[in-house]
């Protein structure tokens, strides 16, 4: 009798295989996905507070050496900001701000801010997309205090303006 030594793998083994790697990515993609999209949402959360914490500490400071405090309303570029302003409370402000953000490895994306003048409490705002604008809903953004804590609540946030929970 002849005995064949065949190696190798069957069509039939090759098909299984496959269909088992097929509908365990059909699975897993999905799930990986939202595990992205939660990270970014975090991690625009962890931003904006660096930001609100930078901007309130700045403000108090400067108040405190004298510069004449007023509210500060912005968006844009952090290390764009020091040319929008209209003074050098704002310069300064805005400067800290740029540096802290350019140290945290956060310098591409954009910033709403809005410092009060009385309690230097109010909000900052972070996405990652560099040609966001004011107005803009749809994307993940991070804002502090009152952080979205949903993915959905971050995608609902109009960017420039305060997100409160519901």
Same mark, same amino acid.
């Given at each position: 009798?002849?005995?064949? $030594?065949?190696? @190798? ?9 496959? +269909? &088992? &790697? ?24 962890? $931003? #904006? ?14 108040? +405190? ?17 020091? =040319?929008? +302003? =209209?003074? !050098? ?8 701000? #740029? *540096?802290?953000? *350019?140290?945290?490895?956060? @310098? ?15 909000? +900052?705002?972070?996405? =990652?997309?560099? $040609?966001?604008?004011?107005? !803009?809903?749809?994307?993940? &953004?991070?804002?502090?205090? !009152?952080?979205? *804590? ?15 929970? #519901?």
């Amino acid at each position: 009798m002849k005995t064949k $030594n065949r190696k @190798g793998f069957t069509l039939v083994e090759l098909v299984v295989v496959i +269909a &088992i &790697i097929g509908v365990l990515a059909a699975i897993l993609i999905p799930t990986m996905m939202s595990y992205v999209k939660k990270s970014r949402m975090r991690t625009a959360n962890a $931003n #904006a507070k660096v930001l609100f914490n930078t901007a309130k500490t700045s403000a108090t400071g400067y108040v +405190a050496d004298g510069f004449v405090a007023h509210d500060i309303s912005t968006s844009g570029d952090p290390v764009d900001l020091p =040319s929008k +302003a =209209s003074d !050098d409370y704002e310069k300064k402000v805005y400067e800290d701000i #740029a *540096k802290v953000m *350019k140290q945290n490895g956060s @310098g591409t994306g954009k910033v709403a801010l809005y410092v009060d003048e009385q309690t230097y409490i109010g909000y +900052a705002q972070w996405t =990652s997309i560099k $040609n966001a604008s004011e107005g !803009d809903s749809g994307l993940i &953004i991070g804002q502090y205090p !009152d952080p979205p *804590k949903t993915v959905d609540e971050s995608e609902s946030v109009v960017f420039g303006t305060k997100f409160g929970p #519901a």
